[in-house]
């Protein structure tokens, strides 16, 4: 019971939150929206003044706003500035400025974490555990350490009450987006209860480090024989669902290399070599570091690179491999047919679209980087265009797709601050080509020949007994068409509003003419010479009109 009070409490306490923050941050139209108004203190709740939507800097607020409503919206901003397909470009731009950067919490409420994960003795694997954090951020803080061998270790530790914190946040965010839906707050492209479920688990998949430890070893297996790229290792026994111990990579962060002047690197190889790995990561091994920022990648030699940090990871399955190979050859030839082809297959369309018009509309986009030279052209400044025709034609597609953009767009920053004359385009066309090659290989060329019989083998296993089944409910008289309505509750919900509203009104209407006929008689009994029931006919019709215009005014509708 007492557990259940401190829970509705929390409840209430982070609505009351949320609809302030909104109201501060020029968005109290939301709160009369989401029916958040009466977690409000008793003066705020009738301010009108404070419930309008200020629209002028609205992209650069909400992120503001998501920063101050702590980690889990930091994560869903994280989240949101990867979908162009459903934000406006000016909202991209702004989310994805969004820093998880937060206040360290004190060692003493880490130790709890470290005491319940290896016991109150947890010092005695290491010869030594710095207090102060080396990062700290909205899920975890890391710590140096040094293991009984000798060996230098970083302690990745979960915040204490995280998961507490983020699964209230979640509870929240579903039930405001499912209200968003019903009212119809959003287009139905955005569907917000969908967007919610994909961030719920990834998220709650962040919170679980043995799923990190796991793209750990993926991603050290898959460059096992790459001895230019280095992965830390893990200490798998120290490791746990909140708890991870990794080599400590020692080299220097790209986001520091312009403080350290060293000659014996090779900025130019270095960048190659980045760009060659991500290629490698995408259309070879489908698993790829969806987040190579600088700040996660380390130069442990004059051409030799480490990544940090796997808790965010792309996958692609090898039909989107092949999706990708040939996306980036057609751009490359600037052929819009094969273009389009390719992103209405990737894409999921919500509405029909007029062809002549998306053709017509990448052929212009293509159109601005004609006759310019390959060593010029700037693979985000195409990817942001393309984001924005998909936004146009509402093109959904997968978020695997919009983390890969976002890894290239990272990845060519780094190269560029490495190497102020890199070329991501270039690195890219040639490692497609030896791909293609490589892929015509005999032994290849056999794996492939194998797949696709595999697969007409399959599909004409299957289409006789499909027809057979369609065939038998014509005969039969069962086949039916089944028809689904869109968008039409929304409507429902008001028509049924407008009609309970009329339906009051007639029934006040009714009251009234009745009582004003009743005391046109002495019927008894008589109070202050004034009939009883028609005095109570209109005292009851009076009521239900106060009560009709306070909803009409309260719903701001009229």
Do not use: C
């Not at 350490?145 to 530790?157: H, N, P, Q, S, W």
């Not at 293609?436 to 060329?445: F, G, M, R, W």
Request: net charge neutral; charged share 25%.
């Amino acid at each position: 019971m007492i557990f259940n009070l401190t829970r509705q409490y929390r409840y209430l306490q982070r609505y009351r939150k949320i609809a302030e923050l909104l109201i501060k941050n020029g968005l109290g139209g939301l709160v009369d929206w989401l029916d958040l108004g009466k977690y409000l203190p008793f003066k705020q709740r009738f301010n009108k003044e404070d419930q309008e939507i200020n629209r002028k800097n609205l992209a650069r607020r909400i992120p503001l706003l998501l920063q101050e409503l702590g980690p889990t919206y930091i994560k869903l901003g994280q989240v949101l500035s990867t979908r162009a397909d459903l934000l406006p470009p000016s909202y991209i731009k702004e989310l994805r400025q969004l820093q998880d950067r937060v206040v360290s919490v004190p060692y003493e409420q880490i130790k709890t974490i470290l005491e319940s994960e290896w016991g109150i003795d947890y010092q005695r694997h290491f010869l030594k555990i710095e207090r102060e954090p080396l990062a700290a951020a909205s899920i975890a803080q890391t710590y140096r350490a040094t293991l009984k061998d000798g060996t230098d270790v970083i302690i990745k530790v979960q915040r204490p009450g995280i998961e507490q914190i983020i699964q209230l946040d979640l509870e929240i965010i579903s039930n405001l987006a499912g209200l968003a839906e019903e009212k119809g707050l959003l287009p139905p492209l955005f569907n917000p209860s969908k967007i919610v479920e994909e961030f719920d688990h990834s998220l709650r998949k962040e919170l679980n480090f043995k799923r990190e430890l796991a793209n750990i070893k993926r991603f050290s297996y898959n460059f096992r024989e790459e001895k230019q790229i280095v992965v830390p290792r893990v200490h798998e026994k120290l490791s746990g669902r909140r708890i991870l111990v990794l080599e400590e990579i020692k080299g220097i962060k790209l986001s520091e290399y312009k403080e350290v002047k060293r000659k014996d690197l090779n900025p130019p190889v270095l960048a190659a070599l980045g760009a060659r790995s991500l290629m490698k990561q995408v259309l070879v091994d489908g698993f790829f570091h969806a987040d190579p920022h600088p700040g996660n990648v380390f130069i442990v030699g004059p051409d030799r690179l480490a990544y940090v940090d796997f808790g965010m990871m792309g996958h692609l399955t090898a039909e989107d491999q092949t999706r990708m190979s040939l996306l980036l050859i057609a751009l490359l030839k600037q052929d819009v047919k094969i273009i389009v082809d390719l992103l209405l297959e990737i894409g999921q369309i919500e509405k029909e679209i007029n062809l002549r018009k998306l053709k017509m509309a990448m052929e212009e986009l293509l159109s601005r980087y004609y006759g310019i030279e390959l060593a010029a052209l700037e693979p985000m400044d195409i990817i942001d265009d393309i984001q924005q025709l998909l936004f146009k034609f509402q093109i959904r597609i997968p978020e695997e797709f919009f983390l890969l953009f976002r890894a290239i767009a990272v990845s060519e920053g780094v190269g560029l601050m490495l190497d102020p004359g890199f070329n991501l385009t270039e690195v890219a066309t040639d490692f497609v080509e030896e791909l293609i090659v490589s892929k015509l290989a005999p032994e290849n060329l056999l794996a492939s020949l194998i797949h696709r019989i595999w697969d007409f083998r399959r599909r004409s296993i299957d289409l006789p007994e499909r027809l057979n089944n369609l065939l038998n409910k014509l005969v039969q008289d069962e086949f039916t068409i089944r028809f689904k309505h869109l968008n039409l509750d929304n409507l429902i919900n008001k028509i049924n509003i407008v009609s309970n509203r009329l339906s009051l009104s007639l029934i006040i209407s009714a009251l009234i003419i009745s009582s004003s006929m009743i005391l046109q008689t002495d019927m008894k009994p008589l109070v202050l010479g004034i009939p009883l029931l028609g005095f109570v006919g209109y005292s009851v019709a009076g009521l239900m009109g106060l009560w009709l215009i306070i909803a009409i005014f309260r719903s701001g509708r009229f």
